[in-house]
């Protein structure tokens, strides 16, 4: 099976949003000191809130900055304008904007694009995924030779040590690490089998919904922790890997650590 009409048009949409992600000319903080937002976050939620929303007449919007916390019917958009909006601010070239479709409580489509590497991720359930046009899976490498993506809990820095002991225990296993601060982004290069693991204490769903997808439709496996499915109301620790045994190996790490969900964070 290919993609639908439907999933085109919202790759499309995502790659339009790409000529928006200008040189920030505002930006402020929305609490701590590394949680920012700049006006072209704001421009292209806009921008993806009202072409999304007359593609699918009836469904509704999850964005992180659309400032809207309730959820309803079987179609639901779950968007980041800007994944990676520290590293846009200081021109890293490693921000990302992502768009996934949820209906009827599972992932449908979704769409990552990278506009500093022209990469355009797109999949739909039970069609594959795919980079450029091009079908992409998985790598099959083992853990001893897999690359880790993680990070620190940034935004909620009591959680760094465990996830410093996560980090430690897995690259004493596998072949090395890398930290991008960009969750879409790196879940994006795992389906195209560019890096094998994925964990990240404490996540949103804009950040991990499109990636989430894009892995299982490129043969890979993810989990939103001690939840059922993907989780759309609270945020959640997040794992991923490209293997079965790879995903069962992390997955059996990160749940020593990380026995229960160390905090209460609903989001509406």
């Known amino acids: 099976m290919y993609p639908s009409e439907l999933c085109m048009q919202v790759s499309a949409l995502v790659r339009e949003a790409g000529k928006l992600m200008d040189k920030p000319q ?8 590394s949680n920012y937002v700049t006006d072209c976050d704001k421009t292209i939620q806009d921008f993806l809130s009202e072409r999304l929303l007359k593609l699918l007449p009836g469904s509704c919007m999850l964005g992180e900055e659309s400032n809207v916390w309730e959820i309803h019917g079987d179609n ?7 994944d990676g909006t520290s590293n846009f601010i200081r021109d890293l070239g490693a921000s990302v904007i992502s768009v996934a479709l949820m209906r009827k409580n599972r992932l449908a489509v979704g769409a990552i694009y990278n506009p500093f590497r022209d990469e355009l991720y797109y999949a739909e359930q039970g069609c594959g995924a795919y980079l450029n046009g091009k ?5 099959d490498n083992d853990f001893s030779h897999s690359l880790l993506f993680s990070a620190m809990s940034v935004y909620d820095k009591r959680f760094a040590p465990a996830c410093m002991n996560i980090i430690s225990r897995v690259y004493k296993e596998c072949d090395d690490f890398r930290r991008f601060g960009a969750a879409a982004f790196e879940t994006a290069q795992i389906a195209a089998g560019r890096g094998e693991l994925y964990f990240e204490m404490r996540i949103a769903p804009w950040d991990a919904a499109a990636g989430a997808l894009l892995i299982e439709e490129a043969g890979g496996y993810w989990e939103c922790l001690y939840h059922d499915g993907f989780c759309t109301n609270r945020l959640f620790p997040f794992i991923a890997a490209n293997t079965r045994e790879n995903f069962a190996r992390l997955r059996e790490i990160v749940t020593s650590e990380v026995p229960i969900i160390p905090y209460e964070v609903p989001l509406f």
């Open 76 to 82: 639901i958009w779950i968007a980041d304008p800007i």
């Open 135 to 139: 079908q992409i899976h998985v790598s």
């Open 26 to 33: 505002v930006i402020t903080s929305k609490g701590g000191t």
